[in-house]
Nanobody
Framework: QLQASGGGLVQAGGSLGLSCAAS????????MGWFRQAPGKKREFVAA????????SYADSVKGRFTISRDNAKNTVYLQMHSLQPEDTAIYYC???????????????????WGQGTLVTVSS
């Protein structure tokens, strides 16, 4: 249902963009977002966006560096990442869920739809 792409290797301070295309009819009715899981760590919330795209939420660790957006006509959500640091290295997962974006940091165990993940590696 969710297909993420755009991961890769980037040097510290660089930028990278992720995309996540959704199939099915749920996209416009769902909040969308991104989580990440670094090696040996728990999966964590990164960013979420509401259904219309005019409200967003970010983890403190990425605020000011990452931007989430969506194109409802293309059933796609994006994550633009700037000023990347080695600690941003992780597998990034897109997700879809009907709950408000304020709830997203706590919904990991019960997210409705997960993408397959895309690896982002930031070298120092």
């Amino acid at each position: 249902q969710l297909q993420a792409s755009g991961g890769g290797l980037v040097q510290a301070g660089g930028s990278l963009g992720l995309s996540c295309a959704a199939s099915g009819r749920f996209f416009n009715a769902y909040r969308m977002g991104w989580f990440r899981q670094a090696p040996g760590k728990k999966r964590e919330f990164v960013a979420a966006i509401n259904r219309s795209g005019d409200s967003t939420s970010y983890a403190d660790s990425v605020k000011g560096r990452f931007t989430i957006s969506r194109d409802n006509a293309k059933n796609t959500v994006y994550l633009q990442m700037h000023s990347l640091q080695p600690e941003d290295t992780a597998i990034y997962y897109c997700a879809g869920d009907p709950r408000p974006i304020t709830a997203w940091p706590a919904i990991i165990p019960s997210v409705r739809y997960w993408g397959q993940g895309t690896l982002v590696t930031v070298s120092s």
